[in-house]
């Protein structure tokens, strides 16, 4: 045996770590835990999936627990705006007051993470190791988020917590900055992430960061005004670049202001940015404050 597969066997059986929560939410379940991360090795063919069940992932449609608070009237949301989430993976319903975003949980885009028999799966372009499981296995959560459609600013703003805190115009989830209780995004974990800024976790495919600079990404915004998706508390979230391309320079620590949009047609409404700043290294996330209006459960 030489070093090289020795080296990759320690690496493959050091890493731990596991998914989705906020270090600053008080009110957590602790559903999700440790998992191994796979170190990329073209040699090793092991099928993570064919584990036993451990009982730890959490059950499907299990409810987050949002109080509800408070708002103020918002504006409403410009519809063309859902224009452009994903049709393959994405349904939306207009009822009403409300609107209803299913998803369930594919991308429409490359990534190492699906499996090798898909048409959309490719070789990790910047990941450096992957963490367990394959879009298209047990790990796959739908998800469905109800929002007013004309969200307000609520009278005090909530953390983010474990799993799902919006849906992406691709139908993915959007996790927050944490990568479980009380632990913030680092390093290891990054180095899990595909250009799209995902993973898998116990919970399926879902995103942390800003998708890169590469070619590969054809879709995804990147230091531009794409619409990214909406958050759980019904406001859209943007790239980091007005509608002319300059940068916002009235974010509140959320990401957050009121203006128009590409899709408002002048009409001005309250909608997040990614913020525009490095969280380590080149990594920029999509959303680690605190949500502003009211938070709806994803289920
Ligand atoms: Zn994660
Ligand atoms: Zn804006």
């Known amino acids: 045996m030489n070093f090289k597969k020795i080296t990759f066997i320690v690496l493959s059986a050091l890493l731990l770590f596991s998914c989705g929560q906020s270090s600053k939410n008080n009110n957590q379940d602790k559903t999700e835990k440790s998992d191994e991360i796979k170190k990329i090795d073209g040699d090793d063919k092991t099928d993570r ?5 451990r009982g730890e992932r959490p059950e499907r449609g299990e409810k987050r627990k949002y ?52 048409s959309l799966y490719i070789k990790p372009v910047v990941a450096i190791a992957q963490t367990p499981g394959r879009i298209g296995s047990h790990r796959d959560r739908s998800i469905s988020l109800t929002v007013s459609a004309s969200p307000g600013l609520a009278v005090k703003s909530t ?3 474990l799993g799902p805190i919006g849906i992406s115009v691709t139908g ?5 900055d944490s990568e479980g209780p009380g632990r913030a995004l680092e390093e290891k974990i990054a180095e899990t992430f595909d250009y799209a800024g995902g993973h898998v976790g116990p919970s399926g ?44 320079s009235d974010l509140d620590e959320s990401g957050g202001h009121t203006g128009a949009t590409q899709h408002s047609n002048g009409e001005e409404f309250y909608h997040y940015h990614i913020i525009n700043e490095y969280y380590f290294g080149n990594l920029i996330v999509l959303f680690g404050g605190d949500f502003k209006g009211s938070p709806n459960n994803i289920l």
């Open 205 to 248: 495919y879902h995103y942390h960061s800003e998708s890169m600079d590469v070619p590969e990404n054809t879709l995804l915004s990147h230091d531009d005004k794409k619409l990214v998706g909406i958050m759980a508390d019904g406001f859209l979230i943007y790239g980091r670049r007005e509608m002319d391309d300059s940068y916002p």
């Open 172 to 176: 993915v989830p959007i996790f927050n």
């Open 67 to 118: 109080e509800v608070i408070p708002t103020a009237p918002g504006k409403a949301t410009p519809l063309s705006a859902f224009d452009e989430f994903n049709p393959n993976s994405v349904t939306i319903s207009f009822d009403g007051d409300e609107i209803t975003i299913d998803s369930d949980g594919h991308p429409n885009h490359t990534t190492p993470y699906w499996q090798e028999s898909d």
């Open 49 to 53: 999936d064919e584990r036993p069940d």
């Open 159 to 161: 953390s983010t917590g």
